[in-house]
């Protein structure tokens, strides 16, 4: 069993053992390509729980100063981690994403790029409409609703993969793809409700 295998299999009894977690819509996650899988941001525990409820393996750029920290900068790469700066053009953390992509991997991004404070969705950094542009990959909204307060439901929705083969096409600004994406994160918490 790999590292990436064995943390999901840890994280998934943790959260469980915490949250009642419901995952719906997982079928929408296609089993074959590379995947940009993009979810809202309300809590830390985010990342492991979307890595633990997708069908595949899910790559995650998480911020820099994370690998500075003497355990996760060993682990977080075996989790499949990569470091991106916040705040700037990290052409590097671009080059990355897009090379899953490429390779028929699942990229997973939190385009609002910080958790929200209230709960709300926040707006998208341009970022993810940059990676659903310049790939072919599927792009899949999710949608994360819930406390993270023990015992309590957390739900986590894969909605349909959106297309974008028109603003491909129409060389759409990565703004208006981000916007198209968070529209979509925002029909499924609605539909959740």
Known sequence: MNLYRFGKMVCGAFLKSMYRIKVRGVENIPQ??????????????????????????VHFMAKAEL????????????????????????????????????????????????????????????????FALKSEAAVVPCAIKGEYKRGKTVTI?????????EMREQKASARDATN???????????ESS
């Open 67 to 130: 690998f500075d920290m003497p355990i996760l900068k060993t682990l977080l790469p075996t989790i499949n981690a990569f470091p991106v700066k916040r705040g700037m053009s990290d052409k590097q953390a671009l080059r990355n994403g897009l090379n899953l992509l490429k390779e028929g991997k699942v990229l997973g991004l939190f385009p609002e790029g910080t958790r929200s404070k209230t709960g709300e969705l926040g707006q998208g950094l341009a970022g993810a409409g940059f």
């Open 180 to 190: 198209l994406i968070m529209l979509n994160i925002e029909k499924l918490l609605k």
């Open 32 to 57: 074959t390509g590379g995947i940009l899988l993009c979810s809202n941001h309300i809590n830390n525990f985010d990342p492991p729980l979307v890595g633990v409820a997708a069908s595949r393996d």
């Open 157 to 165: 929705i894969f909605g349909k993969p959106i297309d974008f083969s």
